[in-house]
């Protein structure tokens, strides 16, 4: 059974990149040289691009539980080939051509890597502190793909032991248990693992909401508008004014629950947010975010004696490049992963009416 296309997440997904380009183009293209008030707010513009990247996360949790979970309905199974080999088309493909292009611009000292962090890269290990050496500018935006990547190697068994049983109540654990072990990383200082296990609650998060039961979602869809806004404006306000240390308990408490109301609570149903998030262009910039993800990091990096305004005309060339390579590239493996993914379902399911 296909599950359809919810627009507004496609919508969210565009917001979520122009925060991390916005980011990028603001604190590491060189436009800091030009405006002096950028190292000023530096914390807070580091957080608003922290924040585009737990939106996907949130996003990402909620497509393949969502996924998973109409499998599990439709079959009463999940075959686990179908789901990685769906997940390899979908990832793999953009990621390799990207990674080659980096190779053909190095052979022509245009920048500079080399072939181990490429491997490092495409190995899904930039997250990890003992490969961040590995990771360098043109390669370090991988390191977000590599929690999504180490995510699915254990998800789909939390999401089959969920189902034995009470599924919002043992995702529900999953995450505080994961909570608490980032919060006890943090009060011994070891803020890489502290922030290793939290980085996972923002993916369950998704994962917990697509598992909602159809009247909680029905309430959380028909949210007040302005209860909706005021939790806008207290993210905002949160990532604005919380000093350091508060932050950091915020990111843990705060943050997932926010998240969750703001992206998946959406009010569309007011015409004033219903303009904006069934925008069919801003839709479409949604859908080719992930290749906007991997590019704009070509656009972003620093170049002497570049102005900002050409920054901004290299990153129109990198949503123009994504458009077509979402056309003649990423659509076609899709389609190619959902057809092997089928084959495998159908084999599987021949299998055990045979047994």
């Known amino acids: 059974m296909a599950v359809k296309r919810i627009e507004h997440i496609d919508v969210w997904r565009f917001f979520a990149v122009m925060l991390v380009i916005m980011e990028h183009f603001l604190l590491f293209s060189g436009v800091g040289e030009y405006w002096s008030q950028v190292e000023t707010y530096s914390l807070q513009i580091e957080r608003f691009g922290e924040l585009g990247v737990l939106i996907f996360f949130s996003i990402s949790g909620f497509v393949i539980c969502t996924a998973l979970n109409s499998e599990k309905n439709s079959s009463g199974r999940i075959c686990l080939k179908a789901f990685y080999t769906r997940r390899f088309f979908r990832i793999i493909p953009p990621l390799w051509l990207y990674l080659m292009f980096l190779l053909m611009l190095n052979a022509f000292n245009l920048v500079t890597v080399n072939g181990v962090q490429v491997l490092t890269s495409a190995a899904f290990l930039c997250n990890l502190s003992f490969f961040e050496s590995n990771c360098p500018w043109y390669v370090g935006q991988t390191w977000s793909l ?34 608490s072990i980032s919060s006890l990383f943090s009060y011994y200082g070891q803020n890489f693992w502290a922030a290793y296990f939290l980085y996972f609650v923002f993916l369950l998060m998704g994962c917990f909401t697509a598992l909602l039961p159809t009247n909680w979602m029905f309430r959380l869809r028909t949210l007040p508008f302005l209860f909706w806004l005021a939790t806008v404006f207290l993210l905002i306000s949160l990532i604005c004014f919380a000093n350091g240390s508060r932050d950091d308990v915020f990111l843990r408490l705060s943050y997932p629950i926010l998240i969750l109301i703001i992206v998946f609570g959406t009010p569309i149903q007011f015409s004033v947010v219903k303009r904006v998030f069934e925008n069919r262009c801003l839709s479409y910039l949604g859908r080719i975010s992930y290749s906007v993800y991997l590019w704009q990091q070509l656009a972003t990096a620093y170049y002497p004696n570049t102005m900002w305004w050409q920054t901004l005309i290299y990153l129109s060339l990198v949503f123009g490049f994504a458009a077509l390579s979402f056309q003649y590239f990423e659509l076609p493996c899709q ?9 495998l379902k159908y084999k599987k399911i021949t299998n055990m009416k045979a047994v």
């Open 146 to 179: 590599a929690y999504e990547e180490q995510f699915y190697l254990f998800y789909p068994v939390v999401f089959l032991w969920a189902w034995r049983g009470g599924k919002i109540l043992r995702i529900f654990i999953v995450m505080i248990t994961l909570i």
């Open 335 to 343: 389609r190619l992963g959902t057809k092997f993914s089928n084959q």
